[in-house]
């Protein structure tokens, strides 16, 4: 049998076990929501890759942005049974050891700070194609490569820092204690500066989250604002000159079905992930000025993190309810024959029908 080194002396006075809801969440719940985060992001992936008109270069953003989300729920929610399956005590990582606490929440915040990049890149684009539109045509392929690359590396890079918060793992004994009878030992991922007198790595951690989602939110609102602006002063100029049935006014009615759509994505994502900031802030603020914490076995702050979860599994959702091209496209993608792309579809969706053309062959 191998022999478990534990540390003694750990304050029991934060232990507890899970409550009913918190049983309840991560047990029946978060399972249900995983499966319906990988059959939503699963199904728009396959969609763009089945349908060819779909392969735009908006598209590459949002199967981005779909792997991210996948990779979230994956990580977060394994992380929460796991913990659950192994320990009746509360947040117990006593499976893990030092490698197992990095990496597990290396993945968890390199997927989380990618979503909510890509929701700022998705505006930017949106801005750069509607705002400057004679540049924004050329190379858009190679933009959003470049684009999603340093998406990717700002994330990881970002991830990396966070490090020094909880790669100091502690394994305490638990014998002696009201506890010993559910565990022996309870394990911790500590922030290497947990023992200091100011424990900065666990500052920087709890500060920069939420200042990157506030940022985030900001840039994004501004772009989205300016987008819309920009649209409605085209449009009113083409009516105002009679332009209405061009292909000019057309193309900029497709423009605002996909700005439509991806203004609603970004509103359903800081509406679902904003609680969950808001009360970690709230958290935090309270054990700095030693305080009770606020989020402490409390049903709003599980529900919370549940709605982040959900937040992760809704943007096909939202891609299909707003825009009538996804709609169609979902459909066409189960079909049995073989689709080819109908040069002509980017025109007919300039029209204002629930209805695209796309083209197959038997």
């Known amino acids: 049998m191998k022999h478990i080194t534990c540390t003694s002396g750990f304050d029991t ?33 396959f969609m763009v890759y089945r349908v060819p008109d779909m392969r735009i270069t908006i598209n590459i953003y949002l199967v981005s942005l779909a792997v991210a989300d996948v990779s979230f729920l994956v990580f977060t929610i394994s992380d929460k049974l796991a913990k659950h399956v192994m320990s009746p005590l509360y947040g117990d990582a006593g499976h893990r050891d030092t490698s197992g606490c990095i990496l597990i929440y290396f993945f968890i915040y390199v997927a989380n700070l990618s979503s909510e990049l890509h929701i700022l890149v998705l505006a930017f684009e949106r801005y750069y194609s509607v705002c400057v539109p004679l540049k924004a045509k050329f190379n858009q392929k190679k933009r959003a490569a470049r ?122 994502y800081f509406t679902l992930a904003a609680p969950f900031q808001l009360y970690a802030v709230c958290d935090f603020v309270s054990y700095i000025t030693g305080g009770d914490s606020v989020a402490d076995s409390s049903p709003l702050f599980t529900t919370c993190r549940l709605l982040l979860y959900l937040n992760s599994c809704v943007n096909p959702l939202v891609y299909a309810a707003t825009n009538p091209k996804y709609r169609v496209a979902f459909i066409a993608a189960c079909s049995p024959r073989k689709l080819h792309s109908n040069n002509n579809t980017g025109q007919m969706m300039a029209m204002t029908k629930t209805t695209i053309s796309i083209a197959v062959i038997d």
């Open 147 to 268: 684009l999603l690359t340093a998406t990717w590396l700002i994330s990881v890079l970002i991830a990396a820092s966070f490090t020094p918060a909880y790669s100091d793992y502690k394994l305490y004994c638990l014998e002696d204690t009201k506890y010993s009878d559910l565990s022996d030992t309870y394990g911790v991922c500590r922030s290497v500066t947990s023992e200091n007198e100011i424990d900065s790595a666990n500052i920087y951690f709890n500060l920069a989250q939420p200042l990157i989602f506030l940022v985030s939110l900001i840039l994004s609102s501004v772009l989205y604002v300016k987008v819309l602006r920009k649209l409605r002063r085209v449009s009113a100029s083409l009516k105002n000159r009679g332009m209405a049935q061009t292909t000019q006014y057309r193309k900029s009615k497709v423009k605002q079905y996909f700005n439509r759509m991806l203004w609603f994505n970004w509103l359903v």
């Open 13 to 45: 006075s934060s232990l507890r076990e899970y409550t009913d809801w918190e049983s309840v969440v991560t047990v029946i719940v978060m399972p249900i929501v995983l499966a319906f985060g990988l059959i939503t992001n699963s199904c728009f992936i």
